[in-house]
């Protein structure tokens, strides 16, 4: 599995303009007022004329361009990969995924410290593991030291268990900095087959994993499911 604050002025600028005026200035404002006044209708009227000579067509177009929201919502997209990584290796989850991304093209890709901010973990999990084509486990000995990774790759393994179109879709590896040793990697995962970095055969194993044929199947079935979610909320 991609994943941007305005600062209030303390005296509004209304209230600084104010401060700057003198009592003594009443007939000025007066004027200034009544010169503002006519220039307003003058300009209202003007607005209302070249509203008048456009086409009702172009009357309506520019009608549904001011009624237009200033920022639409994103459309989501069912990414090819996330990594879960103890959060001491976040840079070496970063340099995982630029290689994939960069060197193997296999994008768009993230990291699970780039889930949004301010949501439960177990939201974030549920949305990378159910939201991408393959969990990528990255097997350092930072990994097991943390509890919350453990959980991460036994909820991964029991999501690919229970749902048919994630059979084989969760990937240890063993990246180049601070790799686990085998001898120290839990059962549960010496029973896949990890993708070892440092081996003559890495790129052979790639290619070899994340093929667009098996991302294609999974991306139909997790727009198909999105699709029941909503008509379900809207019915």
Known sequence: MGIAKSKTDPCPLSLSWGKSHSVDTSQR????????????????????????????????GAR????????????????????????????EALRVQNLLE??????????????????????????????SAWTILLLTKNFLRDTWCKFQFYTSLMNSVNRQHKYNSVIP???????????????????????????????????????????????AIWKETRNTVQRQFIA
């Open 102 to 131: 960069n060197d193997f093209g296999i994008k768009p890709g993230i990291i699970f410290a780039e889930m949004p901010c301010g949501r439960q973990h177990l939201q974030n999990l549920d949305d990378a593991v159910n939201g």
């Open 64 to 91: 549904g361009v001011e009624e237009m929201p200033e920022e639409e919502a994103e459309e989501e997209v069912f990414l090819k990969f996330v990594i879960l990584h103890a959060e001491e290796d976040t840079d």
């Open 173 to 219: 590896m063993r990246p180049l900095n601070n790799p686990l040793p085998r001898e120290r990697t839990p059962f549960a995962l010496r029973t896949i087959n990890a993708l070892e970095e440092e081996s003559r055969g890495f790129p052979t194993q790639v290619e070899r994993i994340f093929q667009d044929s098996v991302y294609r199947i999974q991306q």
């Open 29 to 60: 404002h007066h004027k200034s007022d009544s010169k503002k006044s006519e220039e307003t209708s003058l300009s209202d009227a003007a607005a209302h004329s070249n509203t008048a000579e456009m086409p009702t067509g172009e009357q309506e």
